[in-house]
């Protein structure tokens, strides 16, 4: 960059780059929906077979392309904003500099250099000379930070100001600062192009049509980069408000432009797509992006890790004859954690995938990934339908050892829910969900006979439901049922003690308690609260509930007796906890989401809003 580059040098360019880029963004936004939805929705609504299931894996990786070019399109909008910002700062200072160069009749050459005329007291009958003079960019303010280099410049600039005082012609000092400013105008905009062009050129994708694991690690650390380099550009965005408040999130989201919401989702996809209160399509395709990287850099870490030795080998010896392989060992030591980690991230992740394939499968709606994380056993928040506009919405919160790696299940659970609830609400829309988004207890004991992880798990839920209401337009816009099995329930006890949970209904479904002991205690209230669950035989958690002490109640001999617990308090399938109790006819404490059976009919009974058509136990 040099002066007669940035002179003639259109900024609107680059800014209208960007919008061509954003445009190339939002059509293969557009694409990426029609072929992992709408077109595979209705190739399944009309045809079956092999040759349908063949298209629709052709569509599936079609998407991805899309998907990619999305993001990676968005990211080259907002370093293309990033530096059409910088440049027209630049420019601005430039042209500022030589519209004071032209009122003063200076004359800048094409070097960028001043030209003064004479002028001054006359000597000896002749005016002080004019001259030439040429800039500098040294003494750049840079803030607090000790820069010999700027050191350096100030004392320059010292130098030429005493210069400029004692120069007989007074338009030397002006030429001067002039000049200075030229320079320090093609400085920023040199820096800004050395910034940003090696950046925008990473940007390039491979020439092939195949979407890799690789291709996606590229994505994730061009983000990184991007998003270091743009902060000066992005710094007038206001960050998300402190607290996580569901309405003050969504009254933020709504109060950036167009071209502002693209640019912080883009560089900041994981932040976007945890906020509660955001639209679920909004935090949908943050956490799509979350997704496909994560699942490339976990499977590109997985097979980086070597072979595993054979644990055996030849000892040498006629006994032993074996002996245990000290590459084994060694290959155990380093890597069998990490593997089994990778492993078991990559099962969520893929069962997640595996969902959105399924759109249009036994008329499946389209599904919504609303939180997605992988520390702490992994988050993972499923929608099917949108949650946003449904007539009936469902929230199921499973319980003990729960993980990303069962989001296969309970995505399955909540699917068939939906079919279920589908077939009674009359053409009402229906939204079930997943709601993976908290560390649960990873064994009975002593883990599950703990209160403190649903008191943990509380506020994250109440939030995720109070952001959901908000976003259906106030509580009386959609019915809401909160679904919690064996510790979830606890959780949804949790939640209730610890503020409003925002619920029309509470299913607490084989549930070891929920720390109240009658269901008037609960947000929902009396009448709304109902209890599934097994014989003592097939599901013994209720009672394991009590010797835990995950229940309640007010008997005053309960704290009379050693573990009074068990005997003094309710749990939901206690007739004196007052929750109207359905029928069932599991056979084990995971066996209330089989498909087809009566227990999670009548589940969709209550969703639906269909109290008489629950059949009471």
Same mark, same amino acid.
């Given at each position: ?120 007291? $006359?000597? #000896?009958?002749? %005016? ?6 040429? *800039?500098?960019?040294? =003494?750049? +303010? &840079? ?116 071209? $502002?919401? #693209?640019?912080? %989702? ?6 976007? *797509?945890?906020?509660? =209160?955001? +639209? &679920? ?337």
């Amino acid at each position: 960059m040099d002066y007669a580059v940035l002179k003639a040098l259109k900024p609107s360019e680059f800014t209208e780059a960007a919008d061509g880029y954003r445009s190339v963004s939002s059509m293969a936004d557009h694409a990426y929906a029609s072929a992992e939805t709408q077109i595979t929705t209705r190739l399944r609504a009309g045809l079956s077979g092999k040759a349908v299931e063949a298209a629709i894996g052709q569509l599936h990786l079609l998407a991805q392309n899309f998907h990619y070019t999305q993001v990676e399109c968005g990211l080259a909008a907002t370093s293309l904003n990033a530096l059409a910002a910088a440049l027209t700062t630049a420019k601005s200072k430039l042209d500022a500099a030589l519209a004071d160069a032209e009122a003063a009749k200076f004359t800048v050459g094409p070097d960028g250099s001043v030209t003064y005329p004479p002028a001054g007291e $006359e000597k #000896d009958g002749k %005016l002080p000379d004019g001259g030439t003079v040429s *800039g500098s960019a040294k =003494g750049k +303010p &840079s803030g607090n930070v000790i820069d010999p280099a700027k050191d350096a410049g100030d004392l320059s600039s010292a130098l030429r100001r005493q210069a400029a005082n004692i120069h007989p012609n007074p338009h030397f000092g002006k030429a001067v600062d002039i000049a200075d400013r030229i320079a320090q105008a093609v400085a920023e905009a040199t820096e800004a192009d050395t910034q940003w062009a090696p950046r925008l050129r990473k940007l390039k994708a491979d020439d092939d049509l195949v979407v890799t694991d690789r291709d996606w690690a590229d994505v994730q650390a061009d983000t990184g980069e991007v998003r270091g380099a743009a902060k000066d550009y992005l710094s007038h965005i206001t960050p998300p408000p402190a607290g996580g408040d569901p309405k003050a999130n969504a009254e933020w989201w709504k109060g950036l432009s167009a071209d $502002e919401q #693209d640019a912080y %989702l883009s560089l900041n996809a994981a932040q976007v *797509g945890a906020l509660d =209160g955001l +639209p &679920s399509v909004t935090r949908d395709e943050a956490n799509r992006t979350v997704l496909a990287e994560r699942r490339a850099e976990f499977q590109i870490r997985l097979d980086g890790i070597p072979p595993q030795p054979q644990k055996y080998v030849p000892s040498g010896r006629d006994y032993p004859a074996v002996t245990l392989n000290p590459a084994w060992s060694e290959w155990d030591r380093k890597y069998s954690d990490e593997k089994a980690d990778l492993e078991k991230n990559l099962k969520g992740m893929n069962a997640i995938q595996s969902r959105f394939d399924a759109t249009g499968k036994e008329g499946l709606p389209e599904a919504f990934l609303l939180g997605f994380d992988t520390k702490d056993g992994g988050r993972a928040i499923v929608a099917n339908g949108n949650p946003d506009t449904a007539a009936h919405t469902a929230v199921f919160v499973p319980g003990t050892y729960t993980s990303i790696a069962k989001s296969e299940d309970y995505i399955h659970h909540m699917s068939e829910l939906w079919k279920e609830t589908t077939a009674q609400s009359e053409g009402q829309s229906v939204s079930t969900v997943t709601w993976i988004g908290y560390e649960a207890p990873q064994s009975i004991v002593p883990e599950a006979m703990k209160k403190h992880y649903a008191e943990d798990a509380a506020p994250d839920l109440n939030r995720f439901m109070a952001g959901l209401e908000n976003l259906q337009g106030g509580d009386d816009k959609s019915h809401t049922t909160i679904i919690g099995h064996s510790y979830g329930s606890t959780v949804l006890g949790a939640a209730s003690n610890a503020g409003d949970l925002r619920a029309d209904d509470m299913i607490a479904v084989g549930s070891p308690g929920m720390i109240v002991g009658h269901a008037r205690e609960l947000d929902a209230g009396e009448g709304h609260v109902w209890s599934q669950a097994a014989g003592t035989l097939d599901d013994q958690v209720p009672a394991g509930g009590k010797v835990a002490g995950l229940g309640g109640g007010n008997k005053w001999w309960k704290e009379m007796l050693p573990f009074g617990s068990v005997w003094g308090q309710n749990v939901p399938s206690d007739e004196d906890f007052g929750a109207n109790i359905m029928a069932n006819d599991s056979n084990s404490h995971t066996d209330y989401w089989r498909d087809h059976s009566l227990s999670i009919r009548n589940q969709a009974s209550v969703v639906a809003g269909k109290y008489d058509d629950v059949q009471r136990g």
